[in-house]
């Protein structure tokens, strides 16, 4: 089930994402650009993930202290579409999914 897209999430999800890359080793950076390439003569402009995590933090987001399979599809369901493709794409996510 799709839920209506809430912006107020969008640093709580991009903490979370940038947590569980950093515990298996993946680059968040260099994934979202593999999920978001830009079109030609596009200028590109990475994600603000040091922002977006002190914002998370401020709001009091609460991490996992394990990513497990449940913790995997949690944020899979927090996140779009294309970047959940690379996402499950990864020997990581191909094992939990």
């Known amino acids: 089930m799709l839920l209506p897209y809430d912006p107020s999430c969008d640093a709580c ?3 979370l994402y940038v947590s569980f890359c950093r515990v298996y080793g993946l680059e968040p ?35 996992p202290s394990v990513w497990d399979r449940t913790h995997f599809h949690h944020l899979v ?13 990864t020997p990581i996510g191909k094992r939990l999914r």
Request: proline content about 12%.
């Open 13 to 15: 999800a991009a903490t």
């Open 29 to 63: 950076v260099g994934l979202f650009r593999q999920a978001y390439p830009p079109t030609p003569g596009e200028r590109l402009i990475d994600p603000p993930f040091p922002l977006l995590e002190r914002l998370a933090r401020w709001e009091g987001i609460s991490m």
């Open 77 to 89: 369901r927090l996140l779009a579409t294309t970047l959940v493709t690379c996402l499950t794409q």
